[in-house]
Each structure stands twice: as structure tokens, then as C-alpha cells.
């Protein structure tokens, strides 16, 4: 179980995360450009960053909170 914790800790890192949406993001982009259709391809782009958006968000917000709780405790 600690192991499966320490796991899923890396896999919350901003990076990783960012990376692996990007990755599906340019995946289904190569998949959809055989048919060409431009709007689906604005459609993948245009959630792929919606989710970077809201991961970004949520990191910021857990930031604040991890730096709020360390200068409570000194």
C-alpha cells in the first residue's frame, strides 16, 4: 500500500500530469487528422488545454495551502 501511495504522489507532480495530457492531446490529434476534419482536431486542442488549465489551477491552490500551513507552523 505505501508503495501504490508513493506512486500515485509522483503521478500527481504538475509535470508528469502535463505531459501525459499533452501526449493523449497529440495522439488524438494524429488520430482525427486522417479524416480531416479541422473542427475535431480544434475540439481535442481546445480540451486538452482546459485541462492544463484546471491542473494548473488546482496545483496553484494546493501551493497556497502547503505555503499557508508552513507559516502557521513557524
Known amino acids: 500500500m505505501n508503495v501504490l501511495k508513493q506512486s500515485f504522489k509522483v503521478l500527481l507532480e504538475i509535470q508528469i500530469v502535463s505531459a501525459l495530457i499533452w501526449g493523449a ?12 476534419d479541422i473542427s475535431s482536431i480544434a475540439t481535442i486542442l481546445i480540451a486538452g488545454a482546459g485541462f492544463h488549465v484546471l491542473l494548473m489551477a488546482f496545483n496553484t491552490e494546493k501551493n497556497a495551502k502547503s505555503k499557508k500551513l508552513r507559516k502557521e507552523a513557524y
Open 25 to 36: 492531446v497529440i495522439i488524438g490529434c494524429s488520430y482525427v487528422s486522417s479524416e480531416t
